[in-house]
């Protein structure tokens, strides 16, 4: 049986999204192939170890202070507790990540593993930081002439008074560039609604991406993971909006007798054109190697019916749910998850493969006066 870490939480505002779907891994994980760790990451960044973590009820009233802080140690693939000299928790087959946003979706963690060697089931490090930035995901998709809208980056470092004729025309999109599941989002009409939102989005973030707002679209949503060398996609969903824009409420509050985006009205399989439905294929592929992704990541678009157009509006390198429901006419999460930790494996290994050291006989010619005459 292997032993299988399933982390979740995280320093991000996205963190009771991310125990959801930490709890949603850990129900199906299969435990028969598999025995679960589950490792909670507080809102402060401490790691915490806990069999009680698998109840939805632990984080209620949640006093951290009752739980063992562990930790990884590099080129070591154990899990280890923190206060205890030496004492492992277990040795670690793979790491399934269910963390999202900030300090969690944004590589941090993958970089943590990569030094322990341990496999995980996420884009790397360098795939999962394009994919959290929004600016860097518009630019990457301008150079690789993949569909966008038209934007414009707002820094707070630079910012002392916005001047509107340089942004596109109302109405207009506010994000946080480092935020996701909605949170910050604002559709903005006018200067003074475009002031309030601006104000609201700088406490979240330092840099904002103001974008061209559509004024009739539909969403359409896709999910892909590498399977060895084929990149796997599930089926096309057309979320069904109960606001201008998909709000965080509408995403995970509005529908209470589900959790996560499982609970979102949708769409299965969309009723689009298979012209359409090609298209949001070769796009997603097309991006899903631009960024360097791996593991399983959600693509969202959205289709302007006015121009007739497909936009790339967004990359999800670790979405709620680990959008598991978009693959249901495929695998149960059970499989999905199985491929997930499989592929993990494999790319592990090939990371392995990778030669880091290189002979040099720079030192012989440095002594501690300098370089040597």
């Not at 941090?108 to 790397?124: F, H, N, Q, W």
């Amino acid at each position: 049986m292997e032993n299988i870490v399933v982390m979740f939480g995280g320093k991000s505002f996205e963190h009771d999204v991310s125990i959801i779907t930490g709890l949603q891994i850990i129900n199906n994980v299969n435990k028969l192939k598999y025995k679960v760790y589950p490792v909670y990451i507080t809102k402060n960044g401490d790691y915490l170890y806990s069999d009680k973590f698998k109840d939805i009820k632990t984080f209620k009233n949640f006093d951290e202070s009752k739980y063992k802080k562990v930790f990884f140690k590099p080129n070591d693939s154990g899990l280890y507790f923190s206060k205890i000299i030496n004492k492992k928790v277990c040795n670690v087959d793979a790491v399934i990540l269910g963390t999202h946003g900030g300090n969690g979706e944004d590589g941090t963690i993958c970089a943590v593993l990569d030094e322990s060697k341990i496999p995980y089931t996420a884009s790397g490090m360098a795939g999962s930081v394009m994919a959290m930035d929004k600016v860097l995901t518009k630019q990457i998709l301008e150079c690789e002439q993949l569909p966008t809208l038209e934007y414009k980056v707002l820094k707070k470092s630079e910012l002392t008074e916005v001047n509107v004729d340089l942004l596109p025309t109302f109405p207009l999109i506010i994000k946080p560039s480092h935020l996701g599941s909605s949170i910050g989002v604002t559709l903005v009409n006018n200067v003074e609604e475009l002031a309030s939102a601006l104000e609201v989005a700088f406490t979240m973030d330092d840099i904002i991406l103001v974008e061209k707002a559509l004024t009739d679209f539909y969403e359409l949503n896709i999910a892909l993971y590498k399977n060895k060398e084929n990149i796997e996609v599930s089926e096309i969903e057309k979320p069904v909006k109960l606001d201008k824009i998909l709000t965080f409420e509408n995403k995970y509050i509005s529908q209470k007798n589900k959790a996560g985006m499982e609970s979102l009205e949708r769409e299965y399989p969309a009723n689009i054109s298979e012209e359409l439905k090609k298209e949001v294929i070769e796009t997603s592929k097309k991006a899903f190697n631009a960024f360097s992704l791996s593991g399983i990541c959600r693509i969202d678009f959205m289709f302007d019916n006015v121009e007739g157009k497909l936009y790339l509006n967004e990359i999800n390198s670790i979405p709620g749910s680990l959008a598991f429901y978009l693959f249901k006419n495929k695998f149960t999460f059970s499989e999905l998850l199985d491929e997930l930790i499989e592929n993990a494996k494999l790319n592990a290994v090939g990371k392995r493969f990778k030669k880091f050291n290189y002979n040099s006989s720079i030192l012989d010619n440095v002594d501690f006066g300098g370089v040597k005459k």
